[in-house]
């Protein structure tokens, strides 16, 4: 059974740092790109980012709105991916859903067919 | 957002609607990768169509999309008690990425 399962938020202040993991099961972790979508409260989906494959680099992209603030990374051999947030602000509170990016050869692009439970971040001083 | 979803949408148990998701010719006009996401209160979404009309394993044939130009369509028929729920689109949108719509509650009535 794949499962996704996040972890690390909690309350931040403004500016300051906070990482969130994505701890994977139930497939071949390395083989897939893993995204990350949020959503504030109360308000719609927003894509955050993603990494590639190492096959294809482990390569990142991101959302114009957490370029040069967010990163995301992962480790293969735990697979895990990562999201570190840093210079946080207020309109970055929000539930962090980690996805699994499905086979884009079957799926097209950019379709996630696994989602995680969510982790909420509140940025608040 | 985006793309742009009607706020609500309604039926009768056994009914049919249709939620739309419009866009431009850099996303939904541009691929034929709209998805469609159903969304619990307090749940994760769920994948519902995949490349404008493709269903995954397991989501009832009630559910199908289509698309058009610049918009895209999510029709669920048959009404039941638990469509009740948010629906959200996705179109990759090249250099974007990817963008959402902001979403549509279904309610039924």
């Known amino acids: 059974e794949v499962q996704l399962v996040e972890s690390g938020g909690g309350l931040v202040h403004p500016g300051r740092s906070l990482r969130l993991s994505c701890t994977s099961s139930g497939f071949n972790f390395g083989v897939y790109a893993m995204n990350w979508v949020r959503q504030a409260p109360g308000k719609g989906l927003e894509w955050v980012g993603l990494?590639?494959?190492?096959?294809?680099?482990?390569?990142?992209e991101y959302a114009a709105s957490v370029k040069g603030r967010f990163t995301i990374s992962r480790d293969d051999s735990r697979a895990i991916a990562y999201l570190q947030m840093n210079s946080l602000k207020s309109e970055d509170t929000a539930v962090y859903y980690c996805?699994?990016?499905?086979?884009?050869?079957?799926?097209?692009?950019?379709?996630?067919?696994?989602w995680g439970q969510g982790a909420l971040i509140t940025v608040s001083s | 957002s985006a793309l742009t979803q009607p706020p609500s949408a309604s039926g009768s148990p056994g009914q049919s609607v249709t939620i739309s998701c419009t866009g431009t010719s850099s996303d939904v006009g541009g691929y034929d990768y709209v998805s469609w996401y159903q969304q619990y209160p307090g749940k994760a979404p769920k994948l519902m169509i995949y490349e404008v009309n493709k269903r995954p394993s397991g989501v009832p044939d009630r559910f199908s999309g289509s698309k058009s130009d610049n918009t895209a369509s999510l029709t669920v028929s048959g009404l039941q008690a638990d469509d009740e729920a948010d629906y959200y689109c996705?179109?990759?949108?090249?250099?974007?990425?990817?963008?959402f719509g902001g979403g549509t509650r279904l309610t039924v009535l």
């Open positions: 990494i590639r494959s190492h096959r294809f680099g482990a390569t990142t």
């Open positions: 996805c699994r990016e499905a086979d884009r050869y079957h799926y097209g692009r950019l379709t996630f067919d696994y």
């Open positions: 996705s179109s990759y949108a090249g250099l974007r990425n990817l963008v």
